[in-house]
């Protein structure tokens, strides 16, 4: 095959991905992607993860290592089966927060510190430089075995020169189409959908080769499994640590890839494709290494020793004279190694454009800032830096003299870019993960990597020295570069898997341990960890095109309905329109949005507004607002709590109030009841009889004895308004008191001969203690002999005993004196001791005199307002009442 | 005393629950004048059995009584079938109870004071003369 043949071959197939990017491009801008936006495209853009490593290198692989090539296809197999853990969540969060890049994920969740997005972008552009340069040698080998195999008279290409315009081509390619303009979600459907074509480009031409193999050369399925079996591949056996490792490994990097993360997260237009893909992209990579092994042992078996086992994807269609088959093959490699560096070259662009162009830029002209130019400036950075990134894989190509085998070049990037593991996992599911934190382990790991995998990857003498390798960093043997700690009999990449991330996810743990999450850290820390927790679904939104229903539907949900449908009839009117929904134009959504604002706040109304729209992004500075917003309402819905508690308690005194009021209201009914009754018992007696007397017509005798009663009754009348009329006095506290001093033993003379009109006809013996009450009481006279005369009347009337006796005693304490009265009657039951002084507590009918039962309440007011009490004293035999007065009552304060 | 003035051939008896000695005097005076046989009780807890002994034709219950409430002691009475229709009159001297009373099972209900023609006047009409 000649080989300006191959070169038009790869010219024309690049004009054609050209022509697709393109007419995709024009389409996306056109809003009609329909199909291009399926799960299938964005399953076969995933197929970026195989390179032209995996689709020349793994045979290599398989040939010098056996199975274990299999493990770099396990890893993503196990990350996209188990994609309901941690892809969703990413996808989520990179949609919901137009993350642009895994370093604007780490730098968002991380309180937007671009420190850390730096330090993610130096990281990925390290690690990516020799993945990039590993193509390029790709590309330079595939050209180099056509050039050796078609001795046409055409020099071979200089391998040096071949590299230079391989890698200026796709720097161009990639800077048309990945710069041509600046989308806010970073998406690239062109780009996109020219990955999708060379996927099915690679998967075909590996299947080809394959099925050449096992039924062109081989004859079948059975010839080629015995053909296997007979193989002698060095490593047949699996070695458990290593294996393990590397599925990790490879499992890790297809998260933090950083073209995997564009493609993955940034491209992703449905969160709903990744279900499909979670079971499609695990069998693609199923299908592309179903025919590495056999490959690996025709290959080891056909061609000469010495041939480069990661080119006979090449090398056994040209042996077997397939030319076409050959150029199939080679399109297939072109194309895996062009996919991989223009995503990987546009994703590095925009970290390196967005974390440390920008940046700077702004930090030298503040005013550009509010400029337009920022675009241009945006562009023509990200142009720079892809062409940056080219350089420096070739630069790295040119300086490693493309010596190293490929699987061995990808495993070192792999590990370089899986230092942004700790700090990715820790950041979406663990709240207290801080910024430092993740500094921490990204240095340390980043620095580890080199230390044991980067720079020995070089050889010994060319970045470390033989001395290092041979006695460790300035002669410490625990720091030799690939036995760290003394650990020597580890495999080397094993060995700088498990130092590189260990240490950096202990420096991780301890960083964030130790420090405290600032206020937009906790704020996006709290947002990406709990991104399914009350977030609104994908939104279906096309751009620019908002359904005024909706906005109607939210608005109502705000505003009420009434409000909402005036709102939007009037701007309907003012549109011109006959129906009650305006148009969204931008004059309207204003103006929604300024009456949003004043329920939600204004903050919250631009992102309600911006999420239906679907245009504007939602920023961290949205977010804060919202925050703030949140914070103020918190505060104010704190006042109202407050508030509120005082309301309760308010509202419990007027209930306490309101009870005794009530309580008060019952009493005074009760007391109105009674009164009526006292009242009325006399009158009914009084009526009756006199009606009687007045018919006349009666014996002289009856006439006397009727108006006895009358009269009684009368009398008992008055007693009882008398009482009233005091007791009402005696608890307003309006009393005049008539202070002076009086002999006790001059109160009580009067008061038992008073007391002698009660029941008359009783005899009481009265025993007193003359001496003891010769007491001058300062108090007044008369209303303390009115207690007596109470106390000793109601003996007189209730005391039952046979021969009643009264005993009065006198005593002095402490400026009081107390007076007790002790009959040797049967006393007041237990039970009734505490109502006797409440008003109308007349115990029992039996033995009455025409008391309405106020006595013993008079007798407490009494002695409240003369500053002592009166009490009943049980056990005593008899009824016992005591009366306590201070000996010397000074006028209170009026 | 009695006098059968309208012939009939023997007097009624009307039993008297009232624990105000002047008021029953009263009460039992001007029914008695009427040719009603009257007896009298003062004590509310002995009623009860009073009114099994005695068989009155009418109980007229005083509401506020010592040991057991006119209430108590009529709703005692509806209990009974053998006094369930026997005509009850209460007296009360607070205003509030006619309902009460009526609910209980009182056929009158009088308020005190009452005039003497007005208790007669009910007495006779309970009684259907």
């Known amino acids: 095959m000649p080989f300006n043949l191959l070169v038009v071959a790869c010219l024309l197939y690049v004009v054609f991905l050209f022509a697709v990017a393109f007419i995709v491009e024009r389409r996306a801008q ?128 200089d391998p040096g020169s071949t590299a230079i315009w391989v890698a200026v081509g796709l720097a161009l390619f990639t800077i048309l ?4 303009n600046l989308d806010a979600k970073e998406q690239h459907h062109g780009i996109v ?203 790295y190509y040119h300086v490693s003299g493309g010596s190293a085998a490929l699987a061995a070049i990808g495993l070192i990037a792999f590990l370089g870019v899986a230092q942004v593991l700790p700090a990715l996992i820790g950041g979406l599911f663990w709240r207290g993960a801080t910024r430092v934190g993740a500094i921490m382990g990204l240095v340390t790991g980043f620095v580890v990597w080199a230390y044991t995998s980067f720079l020995p990857s070089f050889g010994p003498g060319a970045v470390l020295s033989d001395a290092v390798f041979a006695q460790g960093l300035l002669g410490l043997s625990w720091l030799r570069p690939q036995a760290l700690f003394g650990t020597e009999a580890m495999d080397p990449l094993i060995h700088a898997l498990f130092w590189s991330l260990t240490l950096n996810a202990i420096a991780f743990c301890i960083g964030s341990l130790l420090t405290f999450p600032g206020p937009v850290e906790r704020l996006q820390g709290a947002a990406f960890v709990n991104v399914f927790e009350g977030s609104v679904g994908p939104q279906r939104w096309s751009k620019g095109q908002v359904e005024p229903e909706a906005l109607l539907t939210m608005a109502q949900r705000i505003l009420g309905e009434e409000e909402a449908l005036s709102l939007f009839q009037s701007s309907a009117r003012e549109q011109g329109k006959d129906s009650f929904l305006p148009d969204p134009t931008p004059g309207f959504l204003n103006r929604l949005e300024a009456q949003l604002s004043g329920t939600v706040g204004a903050a919250t109304a631009h992102a309600m507004i911006s999420q239906l729209v679907g245009r504007a992004t939602v920023t961290v500075e949205d977010l804060m607002a919202v ?33 005794k009021l009530t309580q008060l209201s019952i009493q005074k009914d009760a007391f109105l009841s009674q009164i009526s009754h006292e009242l009325r018992t006399p009158m009914t007696s009084i009526r009756a009889f006199s009606e009687i007397l007045t018919e006349g017509d009666l014996p002289p005798e009856m006439v006397t004895k009727y108006g006895r009663i009358i009269h009684d009754e009368a009398k008992r009348l008055t007693r009882l308004l008398d009482d009233l009329l005091d007791l009402s006095v005696l608890e307003n506290g309006t009393v005049q008191l008539n202070l002076g001093l009086a002999s006790l ?21 009265i025993h007193r203690d003359l001496p003891s009450e010769a007491i001058y009481i300062k108090t007044d006279a008369d209303r303390l002999t009115q207690v007596f005369i109470n106390l000793i009347s109601n003996a007189r009337k209730y005391c039952d005993a046979a021969k009643p006796e009264l005993r009065i005693s006198v005593r002095q304490r402490a400026g009081r004196v107390t007076i007790d009265f002790i009959d040797n009657g049967k006393g007041i039951p237990k039970e009734s001791q505490s109502l006797i002084f409440e008003k109308f507590a007349r115990l029992t009918d039996a033995n009455r005199a025409g008391g309405a039962g106020l006595g013993l309440a008079i007798c407490r007011e009494i002695m409240t307002n003369l500053g002592g009490s009166v009490a009943y004293l049980p056990g005593q035999g008899g009824a016992a009442f005591r009366i306590t007065v201070p000996l010397r009552l000074e006028k209170l304060a009026a | 005393m009695p006098e059968a003035r309208r012939g009939e051939p023997l007097s009624q008896h009307v039993l008297l629950i009232e624990d105000e000695p002047n008021i029953a005097e009263a009460i039992r005076f001007i029914l008695s004048r009427d040719g009603w046989r009257v007896s009298h009780e003062a004590d509310g807890s002995a009623a009860l059995e009073r009114v099994r002994k005695d068989r009155p034709d009418l109980v007229i219950l005083d509401h506020m009584l010592p040991g057991m409430s006119g209430l108590d002691i009529l709703s005692a009475l509806r209990a009974d079938p053998e006094t369930v229709a026997l005509p009850v009159m209460m007296l009360t001297a607070r205003g509030r109870d006619r309902e009460m009373a009526e609910q209980a099972g009182a056929n009158r209900f009088m308020s005190k004071p009452f005039s003497n023609a007005e208790i007669l006047a009910e007495v006779r009409s309970m009684m259907g003369r």
């Open chain 1, 177 to 180: 189409f990945g710069t041509r």
């Open chain 1, 193 to 395: 959908t020219a990955i999708a074509v060379e996927a099915v480009v690679k998967l075909v031409a590996l299947l080809a080769v394959g099925a050449f193999v096992v039924w062109g050369i081989a004859d079948g399925v059975g010839d080629i499994i015995a053909r296997i079996d007979a193989a002698d591949l060095s490593a047949w056996q699996v070695q458990p640590g290593r294996w393990a490792g590397l599925i990790f490994l490879s499992a890790v990097a297809v998260i933090t890839l950083p073209r995997m993360f564009q493609v993955m997260v940034v491209e992703n237009d449905d969160e709903g494709h990744l279900a499909r893909a979670s079971w499609a992209f695990p069998l693609y990579l199923m299908l592309m290494s179903l025919f590495i092994v056999p490959i690996a042992v025709v290959g080891l078996d056909r061609l000469p020793a010495g041939s480069n086992p990661d080119m006979f994807v090449l090398t056994l269609p040209l042996a077997e004279g397939q030319g076409g088959l050959a150029m199939l093959a080679f399109l297939g490699g072109f194309s895996s190694a062009t996919s991989m560096v223009i995503v990987e070259s546009i994703a590095l662009a925009t970290m390196i454009s967005n974390h440390v162009v920008i940046p700077l830029w702004l930090r030298m002209r503040p005013a550009a800032a509010a400029g337009d130019d920022l675009r241009s400036v945006v562009l023509n950075a990200r142009r720079v830096a892809i062409a940056a990134v080219l350089a420096l894989g070739y630069g």
């Open chain 1, 627 to 659: 925050a703030s917003e949140s914070a103020q309402i918190m505060e104010y819905s704190a006042q109202l709590e407050a508030r509120e508690a005082e309301l309760t308690r308010t509202a419990g005194a007027l209930r306490e109030a309101n009870e």
């Open chain 1, 745 to 765: 033993q001059q109160m009580l003379d009067t008061a038992l001969t008073a007391a002698r009109q009660t029941r008359p006809e009783r005899s009481f013996v």
């Open chain 1, 30 to 157: 056109a809003g009609r992607l329909g199909w291009l936006r399926s799960p299938l495209v964005y399953t076969l853009s995933l197929s970026i993860y195989c390179t032209a490593w995996t689709f020349y290198g793994a045979v290599g692989y398989a040939a010098r290592s056996g199975l274990e090539f299999l493990t770099i296809y396990f890893g993503p197999t196990l990350v996209f089966v188990g994609w309901w853990w941690l892809l969703r969540k990413l996808v989520r969060i990179g949609r919901q927060y137009r993350v642009t890049s895994i370093a604007d994920l780490i730098s968002s969740r991380f309180g937007k510190s671009n420190t850390l997005g730096v330090i993610v972008t130096i990281i990925a552009v390290v690690a990516a430089t020799p993945y990039i340069a590993l193509q390029l040698q790709s590309v330079v080998l595939s050209f180099g075995v056509f050039a050796s195999a078609t001795p046409d008279g055409v020099a071979p290409p």
